[in-house]
């Protein structure tokens, strides 16, 4: 047998395990909604949960998410996390001299831009100090929305934690 197949048996067993989670007992407890989380090394079974009313919620590299609604209304499960986020940061000393990089992909080397340094704040040696801005826009990176929080920073030092993969250029410039 093929490491994560199932037998006629197991295949029989899940079914029934299915059908149970779907039946009258989860109803009876007030139970609205049902979650299957299958590891991709199982997803073999995916049809006999869908042939019990289970239906794909969501996929992940390293599994897959089933969902069932018990009640005859609406059904209202959450959907699957539609955001990314990350951080734009607004880097000023009190010399009014502020931190500026060149990105070494995508768009903004393309343009040669400096701009303000994005991602992650802990790559800067750093005091934050409040949002300036928020930026939501949706249907972006894999049909998910992008949250942008603009933050002013003040450096503790201007040590740059180059990443050769991200950074092509980087500069304090007077503002």
Not at 19 to 29: D, Q, T, V, Y
Request: hydrophobic share 40%; proline share 3%.
């Amino acid at each position: 047998m093929e490491e994560g197949k199932l037998t006629g048996n197991e295949a029989k067993e899940f079914r029934r395990v299915a059908r149970e989670l779907s039946g009258k007992n989860w109803k009876n407890a007030g139970t609205k909604g049902l979650w299957i989380k299958l590891p991709i090394a199982q997803v073999n079974l995916v049809q006999a949960a869908v042939d019990e009313g289970f239906w794909y919620h969501h996929a992940e590299p390293e599994y897959l998410m089933l969902a069932y609604w018990l009640p005859k209304t609406k059904q209202v499960l959450p959907s699957y996390a539609t955001n990314r986020g990350h951080i734009g940061a607004f880097v000023m000393n009190d010399k009014r001299e502020v931190f500026v990089v060149k990105e070494n992909r995508g768009m903004f080397k393309r343009m040669g831009l400096w701009k303000f340094p994005t991602g992650f704040a802990e790559e800067i040696d750093s005091e934050f100090l409040e949002i300036l801005a928020l930026r939501h826009r949706h249907e972006q990176f894999h049909g998910k929305s992008n949250l942008v929080f603009v933050c002013m920073m003040r450096p503790l030092s201007f040590v740059i934690q180059w990443q050769d993969s991200e950074l092509e250029e980087a500069k304090v410039v007077s503002y």
